[in-house]
């Protein structure tokens, strides 16, 4: 019997946050399969309790597309990210962290497509709001910065990579 099986309401929350919590320790183990199906059970259980533009649901589609990239799954990864940000971008609005979260792993996904414009794109507005939302010091901040330094160190742009880089010290 599955754990989400036997569960509903604020059960189901728990059911569905644990399953992902386990699905996140297979997937860091590289056990992507067992992750891809406990990862597909807590998005089915939120799916059935919550809004599709819910933020527990779209971190079940973020949480999907992250594990697609570990794969090397890039386009569906990038499709899955695309969606996170516009449901993000609804629910949340324009300049909320999480939408600059979702910016950097779509800009990131886009890199390794080699789309390095759009991700060069999606990354400098991920820092925008970051910057804005979080402030200079946050993490967010560097690693968004580390990430713009690895587009332009894929594209030979070294001077721009070590800028970046350095910025994010």
Do not use: W
């Amino acid at each position: 019997t599955s754990l989400g099986a036997c569960c509903s309401g604020e059960r189901s929350a728990a059911a569905s946050a644990s399953l992902t919590n386990l699905a996140a320790v297979k997937l860091r183990q590289g056990e992507y399969f067992e992750a891809e199906n406990l990862f597909a059970e807590a998005k089915e259980i939120r799916a059935k309790d919550l809004a599709q533009d819910h933020p527990q649901l779209l971190s079940s589609f973020n949480n999907e597309a992250v594990m697609l990239v570990k794969q090397g799954k890039y386009k569906d990864a990038a499709a899955l990210h695309a969606r996170v940000l516009a449901g993000r971008e609804r629910t949340l609005g324009p300049e909320h962290p999480d939408v600059a979260l979702s910016l950097m792993n779509l800009g990131m996904t886009q890199n390794y497509c080699g789309n390095h414009q759009a991700a060069e794109e999606n990354l400098n507005r991920a820092l925008s709001i970051a910057r804005r939302a979080l402030g200079e010091q946050h993490h967010r901040v560097a690693d968004i910065l580390n990430n713009l330094g690895a587009v332009y160190a894929k594209q030979d742009r070294l001077a721009e990579a070590l800028r970046f880089h350095r910025q994010a010290l």
